[in-house]
């Protein structure tokens, strides 16, 4: 079975400053993809950011960044320069070889602050 | 890019009635829709993968007969709660996966259960 874990219920960054927000996962699976979504107060989930595990290159998107560490089994999301609207839930999630079924962590509780 | 209509965003009902929440995918064909249920700042736990044309496979642990799920067109899955209960409160949201195997989420439901 999948696990994801997100160790960090709450974070807070100064505007302007980079953030790292953890996630650890384990899998007997080779072949998984890892995700990062983010979710305002409004509800939905927001795509941010997506790591194949075959990749041997960490994904960026923007201000994005994904600190992929395949042997430790980590994939932190780096938010770089971080603005008010960054203050969200932030979701880190594993894929399933074979579907988009997705296990989510706990979350991260992201607040920017001037 | 690819959009996920959810329909209520917010509904309540009075315990022992049904609720039916859609979900629909507007410009693209999702024969695989997934449905998750999120309780207060709580992480997003997969309920039922749901199948166009066929019957949906739910998770351990979810009433098939409870939480009624029909994806009987490309672009349409439904969740009905059936016979709904206060401890039904929660915020359920759907993911339509697209030809490329790209997920997209809806922007959730509230349900508020009397």
């Known amino acids: 079975a999948q696990k994801i874990t997100q160790t960090q219920p709450g974070m807070f960054v100064q505007e302007k400053e980079a953030v790292t927000l953890d996630c650890t996962y384990d899998t007997s699976d080779q072949s998984y993809g890892l995700f990062w979504y983010k979710q305002p107060s409004s509800g939905e989930m927001i795509f941010l950011i997506y790591?194949?595990?075959?990749?041997?290159q960490n994904a960026t998107e923007g201000r994005y960044s994904l600190n992929f560490q395949k042997a430790r089994k980590s994939a932190n999301l780096v938010i770089s320069a971080s603005q008010l609207g960054d203050s969200a839930m932030y979701f880190c999630?594993?894929?399933?070889?074979?579907?988009?079924?997705?296990?989510f962590g706990t979350g991260t509780q992201l607040k920017v602050e001037l | 890019g690819a959009v996920v209509s959810q329909h209520p965003s917010r509904v309540i009902c009075k315990s022992g009635t049904s609720v039916k929440i859609e979900c629909r995918s507007l410009?693209?064909?999702?024969?695989?829709m997934f449905w998750y249920r999120q309780f207060p700042k709580q992480s997003l736990m997969l309920m039922a993968t749901?199948?166009?044309?066929?019957?949906?496979?739910?998770e351990q642990g979810v009433e098939k007969d409870k939480f009624l799920i029909n994806h009987a067109s490309l672009t349409l899955s439904t969740l009905t709660v059936t016979s709904a209960h206060p401890e039904d409160s929660s915020f359920y949201i759907c993911s339509a996966e697209n030809q490329a195997e790209k997920l997209f989420f809806g922007s959730g439901t509230q349900l508020s259960v009397l």
């Open positions: 790591q194949g595990s075959y990749d041997e």
């Open positions: 749901s199948n166009e044309g066929s019957k949906a496979t739910y």
């Open positions: 999630a594993m894929r399933e070889p074979g579907g988009n079924k997705l296990t």
């Open positions: 410009d693209f064909q999702a024969t695989t």
